[in-house]
């Protein structure tokens, strides 16, 4: 089975008159049952999970003022914001603190890498940096993604179902 990637196109290049399922199936040449993973910049066919030899973890802020809470990773990956815009607050895990119930809390914003960008844009994310996205406008949409890895973290081209390294 192939992976295949399709951009929002007009309904016109669809052989069934306009669905993703009939795009998917003129792109790909074959029923669209033998296609493999749909991925598509809609948020009703957007998934996440393996593609290749990367990981995709979709984000989608319907309205502005949305959030990914700030977390961190255990591997550098990238965002790619492909609709809208976001502002990004990052900081090192070291510059944490712990209050009294012994829960963590980023540290003030000037320790902490502030930015803005609009679609389109690549985002690095280094590991161990603590990241959240707000956005700046409805419908921003964009796309964690990581490399594949083996149990033991090492990139691969085929994916054992261990999700932990995109946690």
């Not at 990052?90 to 209050?99: G, S």
């Not at 707000?134 to 890895?149: E, G, S, V």
């Amino acid at each position: 089975m192939q992976n295949v990637v399709i951009d929002v196109l007009p309904a016109d290049r669809a052989k069934d008159g306009g669905s993703y399922a009939g795009l998917v199936a003129a792109q790909c040449g074959v029923p669209l049952q033998q296609c493999g993973q749909v991925y598509a910049h809609e948020p009703e066919l957007m998934i996440e999970g393996p593609m290749g030899n990367v990981y995709f973890r979709p984000m989608v802020f319907p309205k502005k003022g949305d959030q990914v809470a700030g977390h961190a990773h255990n591997f550098d990956h990238v965002t790619f914001l492909w609709r809208g815009s976001v502002r990004l607050r990052a900081w090192h895990t070291d510059t944490m603190t712990r209050d009294e119930k012994g829960d963590l809390h980023p540290p003030t914003e000037d320790k902490m890498i502030i930015r803005q960008y609009a679609a389109p844009a690549r985002i690095l994310i280094k590991k161990d940096w603590a990241h959240e996205f707000t956005a700046l406008a409805n419908q921003t949409m964009a796309d964690c993604i990581y490399a594949l890895r083996d149990f033991d973290g090492q990139p691969t081209d085929n994916w054992n179902g261990d999700e932990t390294p995109y946690v």
